[in-house]
Each structure stands twice: as C-alpha cells, then as structure tokens.
C-alpha cells in the first residue's frame, strides 16, 4: 500500500473515530484515565474475554489492548474497539506493525546457548540462532543460503518435530553426539551425509519445549541479537540485511522493545 493510500485511510479512519470515540462533556471532565484504570474496566465490562496487557498510544484517548497475539485499540469507556493498524503519517511509522514485531522478540540473552550446536565463522562478530529440523525442506534450503554468511556466529537448535518427520529425532541425536558437531550437521544438511546413529546426553527434547515456550512452532526459524525472529527459508541477501538491523538497533539508542513471551 502506497504512503497517499495509506493517508486516505488513515483520515477516514479518524474521521468515523471522530465520532466513536466521541464522550459526553460530563465523562470528558472526569480524570483522565490511565492503562490500568482501562484494563480494570475492560474486564469488568468483558468478564469472559482474555485481555492482554493495555498501553497508552500516542492518538489521546485512544489505548492499546493486547489480545492474544493481535492488537486492538480502544476507547475510554471500553465500548469502541478499532482493529486494524495505527500510522504516525508525520513520522512515516505504522506503529501496529511495531509493536507487534515487539511482542515477538525472544530475550536472546536468555536462551540456553549451551544447548545448540555453535558455528563460529571469521571473526564470529554477528550472532543469530536457528531452530532447525534435520528433515525439514526448507531447513536444507535455509543451510544451503546461509553457507555464505561470514563473520557470523551460529547457534542451531535442533528441533525436530515429530509429527511430520518421525525420523529426525533420532537424527538430531547422532548429530548432538558426534564428535564434530558442526562437521556433522552440514555433512547431513548439505550432503546428505546421515551420522551413525549414537546415544548420549541431549538436549534435543529441551528444544523441543523451548520452541513451544517461545511460540515457535515451525522451521527453520531464525532469531537475531537484538530478539527479533524471522521464520521460513529466507534468501542470504534478505539474511544478511534482516542481521544489518540487529547491528543497527545495538549500535543506535536504546529502544523499549521487549519479549512478550
């Protein structure tokens, strides 16, 4: 959608707002009401709706409602709900689209890194993680397009999932318990090279749940530094300028962005 569409949107959207949101002049002197006087009411007038957490917005009057994974806005007297995105046309920014993308990030520091299998290229200065499937298809086209990254560090989760690959548990294990690691995830992923099977300590069921905790229900996903998750069989140019914004965002200031998960 072009920005002179966006615009025409956005000013129909206040103008039917204009209206909806509109209070009588006896609420419009009361306190003004905050976050979680909003949250308070939404429940009360809901008691049956599971309500995330409620935000102010930059549009006065106007509150952010979390709602499982979308977002809604809302007015002060609970009543009016507006779905769709909120643009600042000066700033040129869809905020939805920000906020939602924050609502997904992964806190990178607190994963387990010691559970993933550790590719340190060149100088090893970026850093992402990827959770991965031995048989998943796309997992082998991401490995292909990835082998070019340098300077990277890599952290593969193996992740099998079972319900569509009932072999590649057991081949993640043999890759775990190799004694090479990374020699035997790429022999397998880029050759189709299987490891003799093996049994050791693995922590192949932990990623399992680490996924299902994190939302991550598919692979290959990948996470960057600074939290942000890109699912699917991204190309290695899309790759590398998804990780330039990672060392962007840690080179600029500070932002408030966080894991909702």
């Known amino acids: 959608?072009?920005?002179?569409?966006?615009?025409?949107?956005?000013?129909?959207c206040l103008l039917g707002a204009s209206v909806a949101f509109a209070l009588p002049a006896t609420a419009q002197t009361a306190?003004?009401?905050?976050?979680?006087?909003?949250?308070?009411?939404?429940?009360?007038?809901?008691?049956?709706?599971?309500?995330?957490?409620?935000?102010?917005?930059?549009?006065?009057?106007?509150?952010?409602?979390?709602?499982?994974?979308?977002?809604?806005?809302?007015?002060?007297?609970?009543?009016?709900?507006?779905?769709?995105?909120?643009?600042?046309?000066?700033?040129?920014?869809?905020i939805t689209a920000e906020r939602k993308e924050a609502q997904t990030r992964v806190d990178f520091?607190?994963?387990?890194?010691?559970?993933?299998?550790?590719?340190?290229?060149?100088?090893g200065a970026r850093t992402l993680a990827i959770f991965s499937d031995p048989d998943c298809p796309y997992c082998l086209k991401l490995e292909t397009e990835i082998k070019s990254l340098t300077d990277v560090t890599i952290y593969t989760f193996l992740m099998p999932i079972a319900s569509l690959h009932p072999g590649a548990r057991s081949k993640a294990i043999a890759v775990w318990c190799s004694r090479d690691r990374v020699a035997a995830w790429h022999a397998l992923m880029l050759r189709d090279e299987t490891s003799p099977a093996r049994e050791c300590p693995h922590p192949v069921d932990r990623n399992i749940a680490l996924g299902e905790r994190l939302g991550i229900s598919g692979t290959p996903t990948l996470v960057a530094a600074d939290g942000r998750i890109l699912p699917g069989a991204a190309s290695s140019a899309q790759i590398e300028a998804w990780l330039a914004r990672a060392t962007a965002s840690a080179e600029g200031p500070a932002t408030n962005a966080s894991a909702a998960r």
């Open 31 to 94: 306190a003004a009401p905050t976050a979680n006087s909003i949250a308070e009411r939404l429940q009360s007038l809901y008691p049956a709706t599971h309500f995330g957490a409620v935000n102010t917005t930059p549009w006065p009057g106007v509150f952010e409602v979390v709602m499982g994974a979308n977002l809604a806005y809302v007015d002060e007297s609970g009543q009016y709900f507006l779905f769709g995105h909120l643009f600042d046309m000066k700033a040129q920014r869809d």
């Open 109 to 123: 520091a607190g994963l387990p890194l010691a559970d993933a299998v550790k590719d340190v290229r060149g100088t």
């Open 1 to 12: 959608m072009t920005i002179n569409k966006l615009r025409s949107a956005l000013c129909l």
